[in-house]
């Protein structure tokens, strides 16, 4: 049996966890590869241009290479559960119904419930993260945590998944620039934010704001591309 249930299950409460033992980074690998053969683009670059902004704030906040490299695998699966969620809603163009966006809500959750449990260190890392990236420390999230009870690499993923989410097209909301985001995630800084993840936001600024750019290229490269 699989370990990852496709795009639009039946019924995404019967997503199993993984089975103890597996490797978590071949687990990512299969949840990336999952993504490509269900041409599940906008996901996919979602998934890696997080990645990339997490890498940033991970060295801007003085980790390790090492712990650096682990937290930004981990973010390529905060998003695992929308493998949970029918086709229908989840590349929906429109505006979504009360109804819909709960259904999207479910998806760190179902994240969750794919990737805890296995036994291994580092999918129980990006278990935390799945389940907590929608957490604000005001306890405003999903789950109405607050400040350290939210593990501080989902506070770091965080910040990312928000800057991508708004600097990134989508069908159902205006794409906003660089200078709209970084403001964004200034003003909400003890609010929504960890202060200490949009510190190092502010310190690595030249970096992201290049990544961005890079990231705007390509994406508007593949939208147009030359015949």
């Known amino acids: 049996r699989e370990p990852i249930r496709p795009v639009g299950v039946s019924d995404p409460a019967e997503v199993e966890p993984l089975r103890v033992g597996t490797d978590g980074r071949l687990i990512m690998t299969q949840a990336m590869q999952r993504l490509v053969d269900e041409k599940c683009d906008g996901p996919y670059h979602h998934l890696l241009h997080v990645a990339e902004y997490t890498e940033i704030l ?3 906040m003085g980790f390790s290479a090492m712990r650096t490299r682990r937290i930004t695998d981990a973010s390529l699966l905060h998003d695992i559960g929308k493998l949970c969620i029918p086709r229908d809603i989840l590349f929906k163009t429109s505006a979504l119904t009360d109804e819909e966006f709960q259904v999207i809500r479910k998806h760190h959750l179902y994240g969750y ?3 805890s449990g296995s036994g291994d260190e580092f999918l129980d890392l990006a278990a935390r993260i799945a389940l907590e990236h929608h957490e604000y420390i005001n306890g405003g999230g999903y789950l109405g945590l607050c400040r350290n009870d939210i593990c501080l690499e989902a506070r770091i993923v965080a910040v990312a998944d928000v800057f ?5 097209p989508r069908g159902y909301k205006k794409t906003w620039d660089f200078e709209q985001a970084f403001a964004y995630l200034q003003e909400r800084s003890g609010e929504y934010f960890d202060e200490r993840v949009i510190r190092s936001l502010v310190d ?24």
């Open 58 to 60: 991970c060295y801007s």
């Open 113 to 115: 419930q794919i990737l």
């Open 164 to 168: 991508d989410a708004l600097t990134s």
């Open 204 to 227: 690595a600024r030249d970096q992201f704001q290049t990544v961005w750019q890079k990231n705007r290229d390509a994406l508007a490269a593949l939208s147009d591309p030359v015949e």
